[in-house]
């Protein structure tokens, strides 16, 4: 994508085990208070089973079930001591796969006093921001709590929550693996935990920095904390577990960072990411330009594109944006010039829409192909277009 290789640093996650239980209602029948009676001790009985299974149920092969009584130690605990040998591999970066940040500094009190973030007196250092793909959509959200002391007493301590839709799609510009004594790259070590039917992933170890990552229905999650800070981190966890955080909320702030113009007035923008369609044959329904305060820059640039072209009956919605979410880039069938007919073709016969690698601005840039009505040889006249 560009003159470096881009690194992905993307976590793995363990989806959460579904337990569903279903029962037939029984038709009714006018009963006697005895009936009742009986009908109620059966469904305790049943119930009282139930529930002793449950408690017995082992959790899956290499993961430990939660308890109360668990200690912070007890979620890394099979996450080694650290020790060994490390090797650094570097990669060149141009932008991180975001394109606009608001920051939420400013309403943390507020945040506190609503019981969406935990009230941290002994963390009064801050970096709450909010990170937008250029369509608008949620990237994530991060909230870093950080202690400053004032002499050499000891006590520095960064906390971090990260939460987003999906798994992220991050890159780092160091890579750090352990070496056995051969050389050979040792896998990394976690501990994973069973807890309410979701799983959390724990690792880091000896002076390596401690992270723990789960998955529910509503996003994905990681605290990060310091090495030894294991208790901070556990009881972070614990007090985010009873109020889980909602991200409605700052899907909803995005309004706040973007504007939206049309085309003719951004004749630029994109002008190397959007397919001549005209040439094409193809009639403009709409061109929106998305634009917002560049993450590098915080100059108020073209983030996002989304426009719908007509040609008799088919019909085609082309959008760009920088940044997205690790779906979408492990769903990319390439760049235009190594895309084939026939790969294409398959993809299309899979779902109405193709994402292509681009890159805009030298950053990262997603492009979406949708076919709403036409055939894959309209699209690949438009990726064709595109490859030069």
Not at 14 to 21: F, G, K, P, V, Y
Not at 107 to 135: C, F, I, K, W
Request: one cysteine or more; proline letters at 5%.
């Amino acid at each position: 994508m560009t003159d470096g290789d881009f690194v992905l640093d993307s976590l793995e996650y363990l989806d959460a085990e579904l337990i569903e239980e279903a029962g037939r209602e029984a038709p009714r029948k006018r009963r006697t208070w005895p009936g009742w009676a009986a009908a109620a001790a059966c469904l305790c009985l049943l119930l009282g089973i139930g529930l002793l299974l449950r408690s017995r149920q082992a959790a899956p092969e290499g993961v430990q079930k939660w308890s109360p009584t668990m200690s912070a130690a007890d979620y890394f605990k099979d996450c080694g001591n650290g020790e060994g040998p490390k090797r650094m591999s570097f990669a060149a970066l141009v932008m991180p796969p975001y394109a606009a940040a608001l920051s939420l500094d400013g309403e943390r009190e507020a945040l506190e006093m609503e019981g969406v973030l935990p009230a941290m007196e002994d963390h009064s250092g801050q970096d709450l921001t909010a990170y937008y793909n250029g369509d608008g959509s949620l990237y994530k959200v991060t909230f870093w709590w950080m202690q400053r002391p004032y002499d050499d007493r000891g006590g520095y301590s960064d906390l971090r929550l990260t939460a987003a839709p999906k798994e992220l799609h991050e890159v780092s510009d160091v890579v750090m693996n352990r070496l056995d004594d051969l050389g050979r790259e040792i896998p990394p070590q976690v501990t994973v935990t069973l807890r309410d039917g979701v799983e959390i992933r724990a690792e880091g170890s000896g002076r390596e920095a401690r992270t723990l990552t789960w998955q529910t229905e509503e996003g994905w999650y990681q605290l990060y904390g310091d090495a030894d800070r294991e208790e901070e981190l556990v009881t972070l966890l614990d007090w985010f577990w009873d109020h889980p955080l909602a991200l409605d909320r700052f899907r909803n702030a995005a309004a706040e960072c973007f504007t939206v113009s049309p085309r003719s007035e951004q004749p630029e923008a994109f002008r190397e990411q959007i397919p001549d369609f005209a040439a094409l044959g193809y009639t403009a329904e709409s061109e929106l330009v998305y634009l917002a305060p560049r993450v590098d820059t915080g100059e108020r640039a073209p983030v996002g594109f989304e426009g719908v072209y007509v040609r008799g009956e088919t019909r085609v919605r082309w959008s760009l944006s920088l940044g997205a979410d690790k779906d979408a880039w492990d769903d990319c069938i390439g760049y235009p010039k190594m895309i084939r007919e026939e790969a294409l073709a398959a993809a299309l016969a899979e779902k109405d829409h193709v994402n292509l690698d681009l890159l805009s601005f030298g950053c990262p840039c997603m492009a979406t192909l949708r076919l709403e009505r036409g055939t894959s040889a309209d699209a690949w006249e438009i990726v064709a277009s595109l490859a030069g």
